[in-house]
C-alpha cells in the first residue's frame, strides 16, 4: 500500500482501518494492526493506548457499544471513555489476552514500545503513528463537531481542539451551509 497524501478524508479511516483488519489475519502484525485499529477508533496518543489492560475494554451492555476507557497521562484525564467499533473489540477480543497489559511483548516481557510502532505506523502507511490520531479526531469532528472531537481527543480547552485539527473559520462556514439550517 502508498503512503496516503491526504490523511483528512474519511476514506483514509476507512482504507487504514480495513487494511489494518485484513493485516490482523496474519500472526506476526498482530499487536501493530490491533495498535492501529484502536488508535483509529479512539484517537488516542500512542502513550495512552500502549498501558492500555485488556479490562479496559469493554462492552456496555445497558448502552449497547464497545468502549475503551484510558486514563490520558498528558492532560491528567481519568476514565476517558471512546468507542470501539464492533470489528476492532472483534479483533481484539480474538487474541484471547489474559489479564493484564494489551501490548506486552511476550518474547521481552515488556512493554511495546512508541518508537516501535510509529516505525511500524511509518513503514505502513508513510507517516507516524500520532497521525492516525489526527485521522481520526478529523473523522469525529466530520460527523459530530467541535465539541465532538474535543471530548474524543480529552483536550481541555476547545481552543486547543480548533488549533490541533486546523478547523478554519471557512470550514465551518461550508460545514455551516451544508447543514439544514441555511437550505
Excluded at 496516503?4 to 476507512?14: G, P, R, S, V, Y
Excluded at 506486552?104 to 511509518?122: A, C, E, F, P
Amino acid at each position: 500500500m502508498k503512503a496516503i497524501a491526504q490523511i483528512e478524508t474519511k476514506q483514509n479511516f476507512t482504507t487504514i482501518h480495513l487494511d489494518a483488519l485484513e493485516r490482523f489475519k496474519d500472526p506476526k502484525y498482530k499487536y501493530e494492526c490491533l495498535a492501529i485499529l484502536i488508535g483509529l477508533d479512539t484517537g488516542l496518543r500512542v502513550s495512552d493506548l500502549l498501558v492500555l489492560k485488556t479490562n479496559d475494554i469493554s462492552y456496555n451492555e445497558l448502552e449497547n457499544r464497545f468502549e475503551c476507557t484510558s486514563n490520558i497521562q498528558k492532560t491528567k484525564v481519568k476514565d476517558h471513555k471512546t468507542l470501539l467499533s464492533p470489528s476492532t473489540y472483534k479483533a481484539f477480543k480474538s487474541m484471547n489476552l489474559d489479564r493484564g497489559y494489551i501490548f506486552l511483548n511476550l518474547n521481552t516481557n515488556r512493554l511495546y514500545t512508541r518508537m516501535w510502532l510509529s516505525k511500524r505506523t511509518s513503514l505502513r502507511y508513510g507517516f507516524s503513528f500520532h497521525t492516525l490520531r489526527k485521522i481520526s479526531a478529523t473523522s469525529v469532528l466530520k460527523e459530530v463537531g467541535l465539541l465532538g472531537a474535543q471530548k474524543h481527543l480529552a483536550h481541555k480547552r476547545i481552543s486547543s481542539t480548533d488549533k490541533y485539527l486546523g478547523v478554519t473559520e471557512n470550514d465551518h462556514l461550508s460545514r455551516l451551509a451544508g447543514s439544514s439550517l441555511y437550505k
